[in-house]
């Protein structure tokens, strides 16, 4: 009971913060921690928000970017609009939205992705986390051919299975590759952000990403539904507490 007093207040004090501070969420402050700790975006920045409902990491990155940046957001959600930022309405799987996506873009290349990207929860763990997998990949494979050379990826992953497999496969297309926690994390979630920087473009038959993640969990579990249930594995990743902040 006392942890979940602790959690629930913790929950509490960074929505507190967020609205003081004019965000619409408390997962701004989540992509705020993120960049302060890898540096992700650069004044002038143009930059692709996927997931971006309810508006509070295009906010952060409005801000992040300045003036001469470009912000453009993506999700299946509508938002009340942000200054700054060119939010869409769709499916980022959908050819046509990812054409609308482009020519708000109106660049050859984008300097940052960010992905807070989350599917339909059905509340089965395995299945959500899952999709949830499968639509990180989607999100690389349209990104990458339009991320620049040397630009950067940040993106939501639920731990579990298939998250090794992931990073492995999106390793080459990096010079680093890092799982980041941050404090306006829940210690209860299993969420962890994935820091891809500078991208080294990868070409050829075999650089896509979902097609290889789907045929390294066949591999992996010896059947051929990514989807079916699966023993759990260990991961590498260790979620390290955090402080509730000051109010």
């Not at 801000?63 to 470009?70: A, P, R, T, W």
């Amino acid at each position: 009971m006392v942890d979940r007093w602790v959690q629930d207040h913790q929950r509490d004090s960074w929505r507190k913060q967020a609205k003081a501070s004019g965000y619409r969420a408390r997962s701004a402050f989540k992509l705020k921690q993120t960049h302060e700790r890898h540096k992700v975006f650069e004044l002038g920045n143009s930059v692709l928000d996927v997931g971006c409902h309810p508006g509070g990491w295009a906010q952060v990155a409005v801000e992040l970017v300045g003036s001469n940046g470009k912000v453009v957001g993506v999700d299946l959600k509508s938002c009340v609009p942000v200054e700054g930022a060119n939010l869409i309405v769709g499916d980022i799987t959908d050819p046509f939205i990812q054409q609308a996506v482009l020519d708000a873009i109106d660049t050859e290349v984008i300097d940052v992705v960010v992905s807070d990207i989350s599917p339909h929860i059905t509340g089965k763990w395995d299945i959500d986390q899952a999709v949830s997998l499968m639509l990180v990949a989607d999100v690389f494979d349209f990104a990458l051919p339009i991320l620049k050379y040397g630009g950067h990826f940040v993106t939501k992953l639920f731990q579990g299975v298939g998250v090794e497999e992931l990073i492995d496969l999106v390793r080459p297309h990096f010079q680093t590759v890092k799982r980041f926690s941050p404090m306006a994390s829940r210690n209860s979630s299993s969420e962890v952000y994935l820091v891809c920087k500078f991208h080294t473009p990868k070409r050829g038959p075999d650089w896509h990403i979902r097609p290889a993640f789907e045929y390294a969990l066949e591999n992996r579990k010896g059947g051929p539904d990514p989807l079916e249930e699966v023993e759990p594995v260990k991961s590498t990743f260790s979620v390290r507490k955090k402080t509730t902040p000051k109010e």
